[in-house]
């Protein structure tokens, strides 16, 4: 029983799903409600989630189930930016009729898998997380389900995420077959020998990952799921799975196959290289924010996945850092999106912010801001995260991957600029309404001072996660 | 002001734990840097008294990206940590973006996007260079790698990463294409900015970094940038005498003097690079002032075409007046600020290569040649367009701003003591080091 005390956020959350459930289904008009209990039962988590990130590391459920620094840090910032997706999108909802009780249920139970996803130690359980949180997101991305383009993009991403579940599942299966285990800490001890059984297994189950991250080649989900679902699920999308991926990635690369890193390697830093350039040089086309925004995180997750590929406790932590400051990035970014709103109608096409400088100074403001930063230009904080990166990079004397992700950003930086010179340099338009919610203003505050001010004080997300050591 | 003369140290040194103590917040100013700070202070009110004129929209908006801009500028010339004078440097790109693209000419954006790619495109490579010393040495505090050098076997390509940056940025031939196109575009106040400060930002680059971190290699490479300012300096000057329009003459004409000025500085001669120094301090008045005459005119008669004017002696005679004196101090007569800066450094470049300070000369001679022209086209000749007669001679405010260009040209010109004496020990110290380093890894080869 004295296991229960250390998963006792999974354990709330998970009754909480139950209990909105209940109270979804026996009481009518309760969609408002649910969706405010189940922020506030956020909230809760993350604090039960912070109460437990002072212990050391600890194994449970013979050893299948881990907490340690890695996994407290991801979920912190999982449930943290979960309860923010919840305040910027909780207006949007109700304008395009999405309030319905399943909605914040599903996003507590995608929130759910993906903590277990991050905790788990063995194949068995990481697996079970993932489709909790896949299926949960099937559901997600088409629930504007009178929209075509939701529909379309649910069934594809479900398509295709089934495929990549697939792969994955027999990688596992060739992992288990080979080295005799399911848990993460036997395989590495049984793996210490070279063999093609487990390298087909570490090639099928970095497929799958790098499915979920949305890395090329990988990504081809990515544009459609991110147009076509809701733009609150949209922004849900851009960063929550991002972070679990990310997490299990770290966790993949590190522990099971920790000795096998001459086999993986080469596979992550092509996967990095190919989706920092594909991403850079596809959204320059786009004309649908969301869409180029899809591209945007596909260049980004490449950056990520190049801390990764360092092989070096530095590089881990540089790929923390760096996903922590691009999901603020994100948040700043759909916030902005949802203030694109006029009669009842949202707006998403970069033709729509066509001289918004002129009636909307702050707004334009806060998105030049985030578009410098996406863009990796200093001072900014995306400046930063770029900088841990190369940083990491560098020390392993990986040139090339340094100066091909650099020359990215360079292209990457015409894309970012031409949504800036549409906002500032453009005649102007219609104007949008100016009356938003304050969970909306308050995000788009937090994560547009965050990223303003980051230079000043910049080591403190890596003080942090300089506690998370791997190797 | 309170600086101690003489003194080869940094001084006001601010030293704070900034990136999770490996890296640094480290500014501080010398001889050197102090001069660059304090034209980027006085240039800055100038274009600020300017704007009134200029900027019909958005006022305040443009003078905030000037603020920052300086603030940037600033950031630039005291920063003693690589990372920091980094960050300044690229951040500089966004309110100079904003101020091309925003209150631009016609094809604004075109030279606001080519500006910012060319030069991020620049600056991304001395990032894995500054990375890469990182790794090297430990450190990236600019005064202990003076104190510990780099090893040689890496000083070339870390030479050449820096130099990728800082040649577009100078800009040196061939990546100067950039530069016409972003002063003709750029609204007055914006080209003054460009030219007076931005382009100094790479040549203190050359002296801080190239020079002072990576001796062997900026020895190297001496004749690679012997050719390319040569290159600069003729092909530059011929380009400027074929305008038609005023703002693309002065722009080339930056492009030459920044060709003397790289010339000089590799000259590795205390002449040289002084005299570059007081070059780049010199071409910072001259050219802010040549660009606020262009733009008194343009508010005028809203063209910048050479052959729209003619005459205005006749009816601008304190404009013509002002206009000569900058006309002069851009050619380098002795008596201007010019003449110093460019006998300095051909002083240094004849100690060092005939061939090359007499081919430097020869720039000399054309640099009279496009700017007397201009000059003779604009201000001279036949006062023969009916439209040009109702342009009224200069207001209250361009008499203060361009009076307090001509001052300093003049005085300086006559005077240059208190400018040398500041940059004198520094310099001495750069090259001593310099010197030292080259000696040592000569001896280390035998």
């Known amino acids: 029983?004295?296991?229960?005390?250390?998963?006792?956020?999974?354990?709330?959350?998970?009754?909480?799903?139950?209990?909105?459930?209940?109270?979804?289904?026996?009481?009518?008009?309760?969609?408002?409600?649910?969706?405010?209990?189940?922020?506030?039962?956020?909230?809760?988590?993350?604090?039960?989630?912070?109460?437990?990130?002072?212990?050391?590391?600890?194994?449970?459920?013979?050893?299948?189930?881990?907490?340690?620094?890695?996994?407290?840090?991801?979920k912190i910032i999982l449930v943290g930016s979960g309860i923010f997706v919840m305040l910027t999108g909780s207006k949007y909802i109700q304008v395009i009729n999405l309030n319905k009780i399943e909605y914040p249920i599903l996003i507590l139970s995608s929130i759910l898998g993906m903590m277990i996803m991050i905790s788990s130690n063995d194949l068995i359980v990481f697996y079970m997380g993932l489709e909790l949180q896949s299926l949960a997101l099937y559901v997600l991305a088409s629930f504007n389900r009178d929209n075509l383009l939701s529909t379309e993009s649910g069934l594809k991403y479900f398509v295709l995420s089934a495929l990549s579940s697939g792969?994955?599942?027999?990688?596992?299966?060739?992992?288990?077959?080979?080295?005799?285990?399911?848990?993460?800490?036997?395989?590495?001890?049984?793996?210490?020998?070279?063999?093609?059984?487990t390298t087909f297994g570490i090639v099928f189950i970095l497929v799958g990952l790098a499915f979920k991250i949305s890395a090329v080649p990988f990504h081809m989900w990515a544009p459609d799921v991110y147009q076509g679902s809701p733009t609150s699920v949209t922004l849900f999308f851009a960063i929550l799975p991002k972070i679990a991926a990310l997490s299990v990635f770290i966790k993949f690369l590190y522990t099971p196959f920790a000795n096998m890193n001459d086999q993986w390697q080469t596979i992550i830093v092509f996967i990095s290289i190919a989706s920092m350039i594909f991403g850079a040089v596809a959204a320059i086309g786009q004309k649908n924010l969301k869409r180029l925004i899809a591209y945007s995180s596909i260049s980004h997750m490449g950056y990520a996945l190049a801390g990764l590929a360092t092989v070096s406790n530095q590089g881990i932590q540089s790929s923390i850092t760096y996903i922590s400051i691009y999901l603020v990035m994100n948040l700043a970014f759909f916030s902005c999106l949802f203030m694109l709103k006029r009669n009842d109608k949202y707006y998403e096409n970069i033709e729509d912010l066509s001289g918004l400088s002129k009636k909307h100074p702050i707004l334009s403001f806060s998105l030049l801001i985030v578009l410098f930063s996406l863009a990796g230009i200093p001072p900014l904080a995306g400046f930063f995260a770029k900088f841990y990166v190369f940083l990491a990079v560098i020390e392993q004397s990986m040139y090339f991957l340094a100066i091909v992700g650099l020359l990215a950003t360079v292209v990457a930086a015409f894309y970012y600029l031409r949504i800036i010179k549409i906002i500032y340099f453009d005649p102007e338009k219609e104007e949008y309404e100016t009356s938003h919610n304050l969970g909306l203003k308050i995000t788009l505050a937090i994560s547009t001072i965050f990223i303003l001010a980051y230079f000043i004080y910049p080591s403190g997300i890596t003080e942090i996660v300089s506690k998370i050591t791997m190797i | 002001m309170f600086l101690i003369k003489n003194s080869v140290d940094f001084q006001f040194v601010e030293?704070?734990?900034?990136?999770?103590?490996?890296?640094?917040?480290?500014?501080?100013?010398?001889?050197?840097?102090?001069?660059?700070?304090?034209?980027?202070?006085?240039?800055?009110?100038?274009?600020?008294?300017?704007?009134?004129?200029?900027?019909?929209?958005?006022?305040?908006?443009?003078?905030?990206?000037?603020?920052?801009?300086?603030?940037?500028?600033?950031?630039?010339?005291?920063?003693?940590?690589?990372?920091?004078?980094?960050?300044?440097?690229?951040?500089?790109?966004?309110?100079?973006?904003?101020?091309?693209?925003?209150?631009?000419?016609?094809?604004?954006?075109?030279?606001?996007?080519?500006?910012?790619?060319?030069?991020?495109?620049?600056?991304?490579?001395?990032?894995?260079?500054?990375?890469?010393?990182?790794?090297?040495?430990?450190?990236?505090?600019?005064?202990?790698?003076?104190?510990?050098?780099?090893?040689?076997?890496?000083?070339?390509?870390?030479?050449?990463?820096?130099?990728?940056?800082?040649?577009?940025?100078?800009?040196?031939?061939?990546?100067?294409?950039?530069?016409?196109?972003?002063?003709?575009?750029a609204p007055t106040v914006g080209s003054v900015l460009l030219a007076a400060i931005l382009l100094k930002m790479a040549g203190y680059g050359f002296i801080r970094f190239s020079l002072g971190l990576f001796p062997i290699a900026s020895e190297n490479f001496t004749m690679l940038v012997y050719v390319l300012s040569l290159i600069a300096i003729i092909y530059t000057s011929l380009v400027a005498l074929m305008q038609e329009d005023m703002k693309k003459l002065i722009a080339y004409s930056s492009v030459a003097h920044m060709g003397f000025v790289t010339l000089g500085i590799f000259t590795m001669t205390q002449q040289g690079i002084e005299g570059s120094i007081f070059q780049m301090i010199s071409h910072g008045l001259v050219s802010a002032a040549l660009f606020l005459s262009v733009g008194v005119v343009y508010e005028r008669h809203h063209t910048r075409l050479i052959n729209k004017y003619g005459g205005l002696v006749s009816i601008m005679p304190r404009y013509a007046i002002v206009f000569m004196v900058f006309t002069l101090g851009a050619l380098g007569l002795p008596g201007t600020t010019g003449f110093i800066g460019e006998f300095l450094i051909l002083m240094g470049a004849f100690e060092k290569n005939i061939l090359v300070a007499m081919i430097a000369s020869l720039g000399v001679i054309l640099g009279a040649a496009y700017m007397l022209w201009l000059f003779k086209r604009v201000v001279f000749g036949e006062m023969n367009k009916q439209e040009l007669k109702s342009m009224k001679d200069l207001k209250t405010f361009e008499i203060i701003t361009l009076s307090a260009l001509v001052i300093p040209i003049l005085f300086f010109g006559f005077y240059p003591e208190p400018l040398m004496n500041s940059i004198e020990a520094s310099v001495e110290n750069t090259l001593n080091m310099y010197n030292f380093d080259l000696i040592n890894n000569l001896a280390s080869k035998d």
């Open chain 1, 1 to 74: 029983m004295e296991n229960f005390q250390y998963i006792l956020p999974e354990i709330f959350i998970s009754i909480s799903i139950m209990l909105f459930l209940l109270v979804g289904v026996f009481k009518k008009n309760s969609a408002s409600l649910i969706y405010n209990l189940s922020n506030i039962s956020l909230v809760i988590l993350l604090a039960l989630i912070i109460n437990l990130s002072s212990l050391d590391t600890i194994y449970l459920f013979n050893d299948s189930y881990l907490i340690d620094n890695l996994s407290n840090y991801m």
């Open chain 1, 167 to 197: 792969l994955l599942l027999y990688g596992c299966s060739l992992t288990y077959g080979f080295s005799e285990s399911t848990n993460f800490d036997q395989i590495l001890i049984n793996s210490t020998e070279f063999n093609y059984g």
């Open chain 2, 15 to 185: 030293n704070r734990e900034w990136l999770s103590g490996f890296i640094n917040y480290k500014v501080g100013i010398d001889g050197i840097s102090i001069l660059f700070i304090i034209l980027t202070t006085f240039i800055t009110p100038i274009c600020i008294i300017s704007v009134n004129a200029s900027i019909t929209n958005r006022l305040k908006d443009f003078l905030i990206a000037i603020l920052i801009m300086e603030t940037f500028m600033i950031g630039v010339f005291c920063s003693l940590d690589l990372v920091v004078f980094y960050l300044f440097f690229e951040a500089g790109l966004i309110p100079m973006f904003l101020i091309i693209g925003i209150w631009g000419g016609e094809r604004r954006v075109y030279s606001a996007f080519k500006f910012f790619l060319y030069t991020l495109l620049g600056s991304v490579l001395m990032l894995v260079a500054i990375i890469s010393i990182y790794w090297i040495t430990g450190t990236t505090d600019v005064e202990k790698l003076y104190e510990l050098g780099i090893q040689a076997e890496y000083q070339n390509l870390l030479w050449l990463a820096f130099f990728s940056s800082f040649a577009v940025k100078t800009p040196m031939w061939p990546v100067h294409t950039w530069l016409p196109d972003a002063h003709v575009e």
